[in-house]
């Protein structure tokens, strides 16, 4: 078991470096074999109206005239180390873990990160706590009451819920009833929770409901389609046969059983989701990693893209290390070598 | 009781709005058709705030909030080259002279801000001075000094530092040699270029005369910045204020607020009203939720002044209560296509004339995203909100604006190619709306036989490797080529310059004229430069304009135009032609 | 009254192709202490009928008839939650499969103790030692270790054996195992027989051990009910069905039994044809299509229903053959058959 998790550790660490490689080439040496050169890599850092001369001077203060393989040699040192930035008129300090330094905004990229963390992890934990438990609830008492109108319609609902894109359920709900009743918040608004953590929850009700129905719908059909499976068990058969009550065999036998693909789903949902909520976060304005990647991305601001890319990879590989160790728990048989 | 109330309320504003526009001397009169409108919405009517101020009153107090869908390039002076910004750059910073904060052609007036009166020049036009006016304080307590002018310009010549701003000191000033700004060069002596005999006096020394220099003393750069608070690249992060209002909190990427200033003296300042308590702005807001909040009064402004999205778009106009809460100024941006007078058989005024007859302005309209988003038809080069221009119309493209089949084919004829001819028709080619109106234009010369073949080129290269190198587009067959321009400020000189005198084509490439070559256009254009005179610098500028139509080497399509929503909750809105967008120093909270 | 009793029982399910009649009239009766044998092909309801007593017929659609008499209470018409808190506690269950009919994600302590804790009020430390008791009577080795065991980790037998533990915890009045040995090895099926006769010799507990194997129950039934097409054909006790048996299709089965005294090697003699389709069954008796003696009924077999009949001392046979003939045909033709193969 220890060794299983140093193994996957170690793992982790070379999927993840592997990923910044990746990232790194789609970014540097991609344009450059369609034939871009340091200068119009550098283009991108000096405003509309540098001459010919001043990109050039920042091509060679961005480094791009180096070989990739040294510029991304230091990239990965900052990590590591910290690096120095030069700005112009002074020298900035990226400590470590240095993700790189945005020429655009000239601020470092790391703690621009751990700034909108904690709406991206508000943002998606909510949504899942309400989407598990909705979807799954959903789910159990559709498979229990096959066929009926309950069943029906929910599974209609969950349909529309899988098709329809956040962007449009999240600008309809906001025009509905943020702007029109005016019973939730405008977009854009967040609270952090340690300032109030009432203020906090009501301002995310809506991305949060928007985003669980989103996902809701997957769970409820997943969930529906396990307990059908499982509730033709024999062991279900079984735990009727002891004479327990029908919601406990529903529950703890049943539903115990349908558990272990709806939490490799949930487990990599997760990841994705704290990586960025790409489309809630920009529907809703949220300031979270998503939103930053969308915005890091619209300006081509690649110090801000790769260290969002980073952080977006590191929670997948952490979300599919935690699902593996959880399955060992969830399933006895499941053996961690 | 309360309705009635509201209602008396929402007459009277509409009453004041009439008699604002009367004083406001606007040439142009709101039309009043019964005033019930006005009053049912209580936010005016459709195009009301254009010409005169809607809601008006002096109530102070309040947040007003606003938003930007993307977020500035710098709320550094030294470094912001967007017209919002400069719009709304006044809240927080006093440049020597500015716009005036009022609705319509007002708008475009120079009036004296950190300085006693515009600009002195001397014979030559090479010389400027400006005295400042006493009692101006940064927001710790400290005067203002024409040292500080003189600093902020000198810093701002920096492009490695500040790579978004403009160029204009840089060239025009008649700087040391081998000069770096103010960071690089600390201890130059630059007086070449900026004198600042005492406190109070600042004078600027020009390479070459340029009479409308006042235009440049209202850009930001010569906001006065305080040597010991300068933090370069980070200044932006906390600007030192000389206005009413200044930073609170300021997040890079997310917002910032504005707060009273204290040490702002309302005596030293006539043109700022400074009504709300503050500012509350959130940047890289969803822009359709920025449509859908400003429309529910949610929020008051968007701040770029760019229009509502094409979903909202769809939502205002079939609707005339909501329509009657917008606005449609006409930018001072031209969408035009360049007729490249040197690939043949266009070196051919009469060839040039079938093009300006058979053009379709209505398809081209269309094109461009239609008559409130996309623009009005154009006549001519100079837009309709930028002093010096003139109704007319040399290539009269039938009357329908359809375009004149007939009189183009006499022009085929004459130029010898009475059953048309071949050329290429280049646009940028990530720009779906050039496409759109290239083959727009490909239709309606097909009519007289003008054949056009469609050539993208990639935006980024553009003017620098294709379309704008002269070379590239002779030998490429380049007849026609889509292009745009908007100026810096409503002037002559900053929207035609660039884009009409022959001398700023280079062989190398990367000029924004890739057409006009008329030695007599030259010619003026140094006139005017030297005419100190705005009335009768700006009858040059018109008279430059018709002579680029009499050459037809460009074909105007459109005047851009955009949809602006009013907010429910403000006060003293209206359009500020200097930048086509609401005016952002006058607004108040109800 | 017997201590259990079905009069006239029957289980039907509704489905989209017609009635299916998986249980159709079936009527015994069964002593504390007693032994019944329940045997017949997979389909001809001896399942059902198990599930039926424990009230655990397919939720609402089966469709039950008749009446069943647990110990004076009827529980055909009563009300399912009274039938859950007998179940397990009074009448208790030993499937066929323990791997899959035991949860895999539990312990198998944990699955005892549960079972135990539905119906006495006791806390888990209390029930935990009782399951470890439980194991240990069941022959688990080390069962104080392997309480804590998933039954993954059993071999197939300790599982079975486990179940066992678990349908007994409650101290059943009632228990029926259904195919309690299929799934396992022959020696090991050995071992289990013989614990559940201990078990039940203990536990004075009314025993019905379903199976479509006659070998199973050979040794342990009291009684035997053969089942063909939801309807029991013939009826006795251990003796009159292994000694006098007056069924062709018990003939049939008993020719099929694969015997621990014989060479594994030899042919076994199967029933031509397959069980009857439960929505059409075949008209006159269900079992003519594939009976041998079909054409000495005097063609009463395929219009005719027959009746289960006392033919004497309480063997009950359902079959249109004469009583001289039947006997004719086991003595001459059957049995030296049997004995010689």
Redesign the interface.
């Known amino acids: 078991m220890v060794t299983y998790i140093i193994r996957r550790l170690i793992w982790s660490v070379v999927m993840l470096s592997i990923v910044s490689i990746i990232t790194f080439a789609i970014f540097f040496l991609v344009p450059r074999l369609a034939g871009a050169t340091s200068e119009?890599l550098a283009?991108r850092?000096?405003?509309?109206?540098?001459?010919a001369e001043?990109v050039k001077?920042?091509a060679e203060?961005l480094g791009f005239n180096d070989p990739l393989v040294v510029q991304y040699g230091r990239f990965a040192k900052g990590i590591v180390v910290g690096a120095d930035y030069d700005?112009?008129?002074?020298v900035e300090r990226c400590p470590a873990p240095c993700f790189g330094y945005s020429f655009l905004?000239?601020?470092p990229v790391w703690p621009?990160l751990l700034d909108r963390l904690p709406v991206t992890i508000s943002l998606a934990l909510g949504a899942a706590v309400i989407w598990v438990i909705a979807g799954v609830a959903t789910g159990v008492l559709s498979a229990l009451k096959r066929g009926s109108f309950f069943d029906r319609a929910a599974m209609s609902i969950a349909l529309a819920g899988v098709s329809m894109p956040i962007f449009f359920t999240g600008?309809v709900s906001?025009?509905l009833f943020?702007?029109?009743l005016k019973i939730t918040v405008?977009?854009?608004t967040y609270t952090p929770f340690l300032t109030n953590p009432a203020t906090w929850a009501y301002d995310l009700l809506l991305p949060w409901i928007t985003l669980a129905f989103l996902y809701a719908a997957g769970y409820a059909r997943l969930t529906r389609a396990g307990m059908l499976e499982t509730m033709n068990e024999d062991y279900i058969r079984t735990a009727r046969a002891k004479g327990l009550r029908e919601r406990t065999v529903v529950v703890k036998h049943g539903l115990r059983g349908a558990l272990t693909p709806i939490l490799t789903i949930f487990g990599l949902d997760l990841g994705l989701l704290l990586g960025g909520a790409v489309l809630t976060e920009?529907?809703?304005?949220l300031?979270g990693i998503g939103?930053?990647a969308i915005?890091a991305i619209?300006r081509q601001d690649l110090p801000q893209v790769m260290g969002v890319t980073l952080v977006a990879a590191f929670f997948v590989v952490v979300a599919n290390l935690v699902v593996d160790l959880l399955y060992a728990v969830v399933d006895p048989r499941v053996r961690l070598v | 009781m309360q309705k009635t109330t509201r209602l008396g309320v929402a007459a009277l504003s509409a009453v004041l709005a009439l008699g604002l526009a009367a004083c406001g001397g606007g040439s142009t009169t709101t039309p009043t058709s019964s005033g019930a409108p006005a009053a049912a919405g209580s936010t005016g009517e459709f195009n009301g705030a254009l010409t005169a101020v809607v809601n008006p009153s002096d109530k102070k107090g309040g947040i007003l909030k606003l938003?930007n869908a993307?977020?500035w390039?710098s709320l550094d002076p030294g470094d912001t080259?967007y017209g919002y910004s400069w719009n709304f750059i006044r809240l927080y910073g006093r440049s020597l002279v500015m716009f005036k904060s009022a609705p319509g052609k007002t708008g475009n007036e120079l009036t004296p801000d950190l300085a006693e009166g515009l600009g002195t020049p001397s014979d030559d036009a090479k010389t400027w001075t400006y005295k400042l006016k006493a009692g101006i304080k940064f927001e710790d307590g400290t005067p203002v000094t024409s040292k500080d002018v003189k600093y902020g310009v000198e810093r701002s010549f920096?492009?490695?530092?500040?790579?978004?701003?403009?160029?204009y000191f840089n060239d025009f000033l008649n700087w040391p040699k081998d000069y770096k700004g103010a960071?690089k060069s600390k201890d130059v002596n630059t007086d070449s270029a900026i004198e600042t005999p005492d406190d109070q006096t600042i004078v600027f020394h020009l390479k070459q005369p340029l009479s409308n220099f006042d235009y440049f003393a209202q850009l930001p750069a010569t906001i006065p910045v305080p040597k010991d608070k300068d933090?370069?690249?980070?200044y932006?992060e906390h600007v030192i204020s000389t206005g009413p209002y200044k930073f609170d909190k300021n997040e890079?990427?997310?917002g910032f607020t504005l707060v009273r200033n204290d040490q702002w003296d309302p005596a030293t300042d006539p043109n700022r009203k400074a009504l709300p308590d503050g500012y509350d702005v959130?940047t890289?807001?969803?822009a359709?939720?920025i449509d859908?909040?400003v429309?529910?009064?949610?929020?008051d402004v968007d701040v770029t002044g760019t229009g509502v999205q094409p979903a909202a778009l769809g939502r205002i106009l079939p609707d005339p209560a909501v329509k009657a809460g917008t606005d449609n100024p006409t930018g001072t941006r031209l969408w035009y296509t360049s007729i490249n007078g040197n690939v043949a058989p266009l070196d051919n005024l009469e060839c040039r004339k079938a093009v300006e007859y058979a053009a379709d302005k209505t398809a081209l309209q269309t094109a461009w995203g239609g008559e409130f988003a996309g623009g009005q038809i154009a006549t001519s080069l100079l837009p309709p909100s930028i002093p010096g221009h003139e109704d007319f119309n040399t290539w009269v493209p039938g009357a329908d604006n359809k375009g004149d089949v007939t009189k183009a084919k006499e022009a085929l004829t004459a130029c010898g190619q009475p059953n048309g001819f071949e050329t290429n028709i280049a646009y940028r080619a990530e720009r779906p709306k050039e496409k759109a109106a290239a083959e727009a234009l490909q239709q309606s010369l097909g009519r007289v036989g003008i054949k056009l073949t469609l050539k993208p080129f990639p935006q980024?290269d553009y003017f620098a490797l294709y379309a704008g190198k002269p070379g590239y587009a002779k030998d490429n067959k380049l007849g026609l080529a889509m292009n745009g321009w908007q100026s810096d400020w409503p002037d002559g000189f900053g929207f035609l310059q660039q884009i009409v005198d022959s001398r700023v084509i280079r062989d190398t490439g990367g000029s924004s004229n890739i057409s006009v070559r008329d030695p007599e256009v030259d010619k003026l254009i140094d006139q005017a430069m030297e005419q100190t005179d705005p009335n009768s610098r700006n009858g040059i500028w018109t008279q430059i304009d018709k002579k680029v139509m009499d050459d037809a080497y460009i074909l105007p399509n459109v005047w851009a135009k955009a949809l602006l929503v009013r907010s429910k909750n403000a006060t003293n809105v209206f359009v500020n032609d200097a930048y086509g967008m609401y005016d952002y120093l006058g607004m108040g909270v109800k | 009254m017997s201590f259990l009793e079905l009069k006239d029982l029957r289980v039907h399910f509704p489905t989209d192709d017609g009635l299916v009649k998986s249980v159709d009239g079936l009527s015994f009766a069964l002593e504390r202490g007693k032994t019944l044998g329940i045997v017949g092909e997979s389909g001809s309801g001896k399942s059902v009928t198990s599930l039926g007593i424990l009230g655990l017929h397919k939720g609402g659609r089966a469709k039950l008839g008749g009446e069943i008499w647990l110990d004076g209470e009827e529980l055909v018409g009563a009300s399912a939650e009274h039938v859950r808190t007998l179940r397990g506690k009074k009448m208790a269950m030993i499937f066929q499969d323990p791997l899959s009919a035991m949860h895999p994600f539990y312990t198998v302590g944990s699955q005892i103790v549960e079972a135990y804790r539905i119906h006495n009020d006791v806390s888990k430390k209390v029930a935990r030692k009782h399951a470890i008791d439980m194991l240990g009577r069941v022959g688990i080795p080390q069962p104080d270790r392997r309480v804590d065991s998933y039954p993954h980790e059993f071999s197939g037998g300790m599982r079975q054996r486990a179940m066992i533990a678990m349908a007994l915890s409650c101290d059943p009045e009632l228990l029926i195992a259904d195919e309690p040995t299929t799934a396992l090895d022959v020696t090991v099926q050995a071992q289990i027989l013989d614990l559940m006769r201990d078990l039940q010799r203990d536990f004075n507990a009314a025993l019905i051990i379903i199976t479509h194997d006659l070998g199973v129950v050979a040794e342990l039934a009291d009684d035997i009910l053969v089942m063909y097409g939801g309807k029991c054909i013939e009826y006795g006790t251990a003796e009159d069905i292994f000694e006098r048996p007056e069924h062709p299709y018990t003939w049939g089965l008993l020719g099929s039994m694969p015997r621990l005294d014989r060479d594994r090697t030899e042919r076994l003699l199967p029933i031509k044809g397959s069980p009857p389709s439960l929505i059409n069954v075949p008209a006159g008796c269900a079992f003519h299509p594939r009976c041998t003696f079909e054409d000495r009924t005097g063609g009463k077999a395929s219009t005719e229903v027959p009746q289960l009949v006392e033919t004497e001392g309480g063997h009950l046979v359902r079959c249109h053959l004469p009583r001289d003939t039947r006997r004719s045909i086991w003595e001459t033709e059957i049995k030296p058959s049997l004995e010689a193969s």
């Open positions: 119009d283009a850092y000096v405003g509309r109206t540098a001459s001043q001077v920042a203060k700005y112009g008129p002074g905004t000239r601020l621009d600008m906001l025009v943020s702007y029109g405008a977009g854009g920009s529907t809703y304005s300031p939103k930053y915005d619209g | 938003a993307g977020d390039d080259y920096d492009k490695e530092v500040f790579p978004d701003g403009y160029t960071y933090t370069g690249a980070k932006k890079i990427g997310k959130a890289n807001v969803n359709d939720d859908n909040r429309l529910a009064g949610d929020l980024t």
